[in-house]
């Protein structure tokens, strides 16, 4: 009950949503613009970071992650955590393997 | 408690109903909970006809009924079904649906309709894998690359079929953490619910967090093989260590997916037939988290003989090691609770018993292939297929079987034939360590495992492994049998045959549909036995 009252007060206008639909749209394009341009490695790094901050968007907003408890908080960090240590673990095998 | 409400009104209870619709389209939680019984056990006892098969071509040295390829497929469709259809969905999509709300004072799980999702979906993904067999992979039940990229075997089918199964298993899970923390009865504070919930909510998170994993795995495996993308193939610039790297991720993980339960069961089986409060509290309920996390730091431990660094085998060896002490913790709890109990030898504590003796075993041998220098020597032989079966069969088939002969006559309101389970229980035992406990010799003694045939020194012991085996297949058939006679003219149940102070033995067997007539206030943890305040008010 008391989660409901909650999520109604902070009520995400209309124009936040297209707000950050606009945005979304906007960053598709860059992912689209970058990959034809030659950047070397980074290009890696800008797809995933673009790709990234949309995903932040349509949690904080469509998901309405920025108005929820602690506890949802947790929930949806916790796998990003996950995530570094999937890549964090596997690092310490692939940078360390001897090459004969 | 809420004895009162109970007798007076008579309440339907939830079995009542009859014909195939009052099933398929039922949301109770009580009925989800059966179908999952009836279709894991199902499941349980194919695959265990499969073993029993490949087991009788162990029986000699050479060929004697079966090609190679055929025991390949044989041992793939065991390990496959065994995991993905019986003990991931197991006790947690089972006993977790009937128990949960039932323990936690709540009428329903949060989303009833999900949950008969959830089984819909389970139902779906077993189709598939049941289309597979068609024609079965022989890739094991791992599906390593590069083999199960090569390999001419329908290995897309099965993995497809896993692929949802791990949807219904994150959606139960989500289901049972949103109905743990919305649907406890006024006063049941986290420090009052029952050690199942606490495993069942550990369970529930791997379930959400880890599934996903494997799931985006077995897709990467089917596009590689299907669109030629170079994930794995190192000739197109992937890597065929990272599928193992994947794999594990999820699957070490899975392993406590399908053991938190079972020591949840036990926990809940011992202080009642001890006659104790259960000792340290607090630490199983802490462990069972522990191990939650713990676990995804450790899934390196499958692959030190692949060709990872020494620094990571190194490291994941450490952590390896870090996961005995919560279940060491649990294991000491245990049976500090049975010391000076006034012990009640019902067979469903003969199985708690056994959990924590022969799972000890498999843990501990667990250590020895943490440890790298004895991994060297012990992976990929019959030690492996030991340790693993003591933890899985040991551990828990063992709390399968506890929790089916302890909440038998609350879910169905009938009583089996005690001396009958004691017997199967005994067959069930015995067999067990005849069938694996010479597979740990056989490893030590360099017996690889995954092979049709053997060298003839192994005989003896594959004769005993085998012999133990028809025992081990005998005892469980008189368990289902046992069980099944006793649905249809076993007594019937009273309401608390083991003077229970958990919630569920509060109602009726069976509960009514919809559990309470009216929600109880919990005034205490559910574990105060031997206080004479406490036992009967
Ligand atoms: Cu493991």
Known sequence: MEVKAHAEQHHIGIKVYFLVWFALTVLTGVTVWVSYIDFGLLNIVIALTVASVKAALVALFFMHLRHEDKVTWIFALYPLGLLALLIGLTIS?????VTP | MANHTVAETLPVPFLEKTGILSWILSTDHKRIGIMYLVSISTFFLIAGAFALTFRFELLTPEKNIMDPHTYNVLFTLHGAIMVFLFIVPGLAASFGNFLIPLMIGARDVAFPRLNLGSYWIYLLGAIIILIALLKPADTGWTFYTPYSIQTETDVIMITLGIFVLGFSSILTGLNFIVTIHKLRAPGMTWHRLPLFIWASYATAIL???????????????????????????????????????????????????????????????????????????????????????????????????SGISEVAATIFSFLTFLVAIPTAIKVFNWTATLYKGSIWLHSAMLYALSFIWLFTIGGLTGVFLGALAADVHLHDTYFIVAHMHYVMVGGTVMGFFGALHFWYPKWFGKMFNENIAKIAWFLVFVGFNLTFLPQFILGTQGMPRRYATYPPEFQTLNELSTIGSWILGIGIFIVVVNLIKGLFNGEKAPQNPYNSLSLEWSVPSPPPHENFEEIPHVTDWTYGYGKKQNTEK
Request: no cysteine.
């Open chain 1, 93 to 97: 095998d692939v940078f360390y393997r």
């Open chain 2, 207 to 305: 379930q959400v967090l880890a599934t996903p994993v494997v799931a985006i795995t077995l897709l990467l495996l089917i596009a590689e093989r299907t669109l030629g993308i170079g994930f794995f193939d190192p000739a197109k610039g992937g890597d065929p260590i990272l599928f193992q790297g994947f794999f594990w991720f999820y699957s070490h993980p899975a392993v406590y997916i399908m053991i938190i339960p079972a020591m949840g069961v036990i926990s809940e089986i011992i202080p009642v037939f001890a006659r104790k409060p259960i000792f340290g509290y607090k630490a199983i309920a802490y462990s069972s988290l522990a191990i939650a996390l713990i676990s995804f730091f450790v899934w390196a431990h499958h692959m030190f003989t």
